[in-house]
């Protein structure tokens, strides 16, 4: 074969293309429809068996959902969380054996004011959807991202959720559901029409104000992602709902770690990334398509005819570096087109992150936006020790006027009740914002980004507030509580 | 020789954004003397067609990473991708599946 003057003819190399055989792998019957993953052509039928399959199997392995749970469907209109819906649909009308057998609710946040949408093409948007979640016959709830604006201090908090299941609860839950009448499930949501909320002009100018004082296209998608979270979770935990499902691809998921770790967010990767997500306690957040690739999913919602509503992100038709996120994605698309195996390598690394158990159990030692543990602990010889060190070296100022910088922006974020305290107390303190010291790296590395921090929502303003106090308060007493004690509350 | 072909072309998942928002055209190919094939299809649907942003779309001679084809409702890798020589009334689906459109 590799000889010096062998001509390798223009057939063989064509021949390449027609040997992704047309039978179908599986049934060997039917004719091939489908390509999933490098070379595995499916039909029509087996491709929907193995798409159906899947979505069971991963709910089944991981023994989250209990029966009888209600468990809130983020859809926000894109492929992935409406084949989630329909999914979902489809195990519930299924013969009993195989039932799912939890309570869905769906939930929808319309965030055309954050991308700048007309009223008019929201409004048509959400009429669309409306028409797609009535004929589900599940609850449904159309919240606009505005609301965020107005949430309480709590949406912020990890409440205390239901301890570590043993293993044996689950079996014992779905035994027992079993003995009893089972029949009472999906009758239990009824479908409410609630007229659609209005949304006031002022509370969209707010938000974009929001958004816009961010400087990069990278800091406001992490800023709307961060929102768009608070405002889920919170919908669910008012509405009642212990599990949020959401609808992120495999693709999408490797994306999101690689992005994850360019944003410095490598501490909360297993969180990100994994299948369930406890970061809030008493809400569970659930990816049930992390199996799927983009591709299988597209090729299920074209073939099986399931509705679903494009509608623009921030990065939609902007260049390639726009940002972090839109250039990862770009990236790791193109390199999938050649080496087909690059998301599910990338994927199954992720399945293997796991974040460390009990290390923050306390509201005091969480972020105050990603609500994930805080990393930011500058131990001698850390990483994130060199990375202080460097950014203070950078910032060469004479002494004045760095004592100075800090007093005045402290006093206008607190509104001067915590310098009350006495102006040394937190002057003298970091030199950075008092905020910072409340975030997680990548958080502070987003509201760096930001014009000013005093356009974020009054809750996370009220809750930083609250904390710096507790801080402050315990500093303050810590001369006096013996040692060991130190740590609690 | 070949006659003109009709053609049925739709974009989904955001592709539409660059064809004004349009997701169905029925489109004639004039008749030329080779068979159409898919490759000459991108070619003049960048220059009939798209309204914006071609290297959203195409890339090279094929189609932008990330952009899936289906082909009378089969994967275009089991028709033969570019080489696929479009017939009469055939139907070719684009769907976006990235983020941005």
């Not at chain 1, 239901?162 to 479908?191: I, M, P, R, W």
């Not at chain 1, 131990?379 to 950014?391: R, W």
């Not at chain 2, 009939?48 to 890339?59: G, I, S, Y």
């Amino acid at each position: 074969m590799c000889q010096v003057e062998e001509e390798y003819h223009g057939p063989l190399l064509r021949e390449e293309l027609p040997s992704v055989s047309r039978q179908c792998v599986k049934c060997k019957e039917a004719s091939a429809a489908v390509v999933i993953r490098a070379g595995d052509a499916y039909c029509r039928g087996c491709f929907k068996d193995y798409f159906i399959h899947k979505f069971r199997a991963v709910l089944g392995k991981n023994r989250l959902i209990f029966p009888e749970e209600k468990v809130l469907l983020a859809v926000s209109g894109g492929p992935s969380s409406c084949s989630m819906l329909s999914q979902v649909q489809e195990g519930l009308s299924q013969n009993a054996h195989k039932k799912l057998r939890f309570l869905p609710g769906i939930v929808y946040i319309d965030e055309g004011g954050a991308v700048g949408q007309s009223a008019e093409h929201r409004r048509r948007t959400v009429e669309e959807l409306r028409a797609v979640f009535r004929a589900t016959g599940l609850p449904f709830l159309m919240v606009p991202l505005e609301q965020v604006l107005d949430l309480p201090s709590s949406a912020v908090l990890s409440a205390p959720g239901a301890s570590e299941q043993e293993a044996g609860a689950y079996k014992a839950a779905v035994d027992h559901f079993l003995l009893s009448d089972g029949s009472s499930g999906v009758t239990a949501g009824q479908q409410q029409e609630t007229p659609p909320p209005e949304v006031q002009e002022a509370h969209t100018h707010s938000l974009q104000r929001l958004l816009g004082s961010a400087g990069t296209l990278t800091a406001r998608e992490e800023l709307l992602s961060i929102l768009r979270q608070h405002l889920l979770v919170h919908t669910a935990r008012s509405a009642g709902y212990s599990k949020l499902m959401l609808g992120d691809s495999c693709t999408r998921l490797a994306v999101k770690l690689l992005s994850s770790i360019s944003l410095g967010r490598g501490a909360q990767l297993a969180h990100d990334t994994g299948f369930s997500d406890s970061r809030y306690g008493d809400t569970i957040l659930v990816r049930p398509m992390r199996d799927y690739s983009a591709k299988e999913i597209a090729y299920y919602n074209r073939m099986f005819s399931v509705p679903s509503v494009f509608t623009a992100g921030l990065d939609t038709k902007t260049a390639d570096k726009s940002s972090i996120q839109h250039l990862t994605e770009s990236f790791v698309i193109k390199l999938q087109a050649d080496f087909p195996s690059t998301v599910s390598t990338i994927y199954r690394t992720s399945e293997k992150l796991q974040s460390c158990k009990g290390s923050a159990s306390a509201g005091g030692d969480r972020c105050l936006l990603c609500v994930c543990a805080l990393d930011t602990a500058a131990e001698n010889a850390s990483a994130f020790s060199a990375t202080l060190i460097s950014e203070q070296l950078s910032q060469k100022k004479s002494p004045g006027e760095s004592r100075q910088a800090p007093a005045s922006q402290c006093c206008s974020i607190v509104g001067g009740e915590l310098c009350g305290n006495g102006a040394r107390g937190c002057c003298s303190s970091a030199k950075a914002p008092p905020l910072r010291s409340l975030l997680c790296y990548s958080c502070q590395l987003t509201i760096k980004d930001m014009a000013s921090e005093e356009v974020l929502p009054q809750y996370i303003l009220s809750e930083a507030e609250r904390r710096l106090r507790r801080s402050q308060l315990r500093e303050e007493i810590r001369g006096f509580l013996l040692e060991g004690e130190a740590d609690e509350g | 020789m070949a006659a003109p072909v009709v053609i049925h072309l739709e974009f989904g998942g955001g592709a539409e954004l660059l064809f004004n928002g349009v997701k169905d055209h029925h489109v004639t190919l004039p008749s030329q003397p080779d068979p159409w094939d898919v490759k000459q299809l991108l070619v003049w649907i960048q220059q009939n067609l798209l309204k914006e942003r071609p290297e959203l779309f195409v890339q090279g001679d094929s189609v932008r990473p990330g952009i899936l084809v289906l082909i009378n409702d089969a994967d275009w890798e089991l028709m033969g991708e570019l080489e696929y020589q479009l017939q009469d009334q055939d139907n070719v689906v684009f769907i976006s599946t990235l983020h941005g459109g």
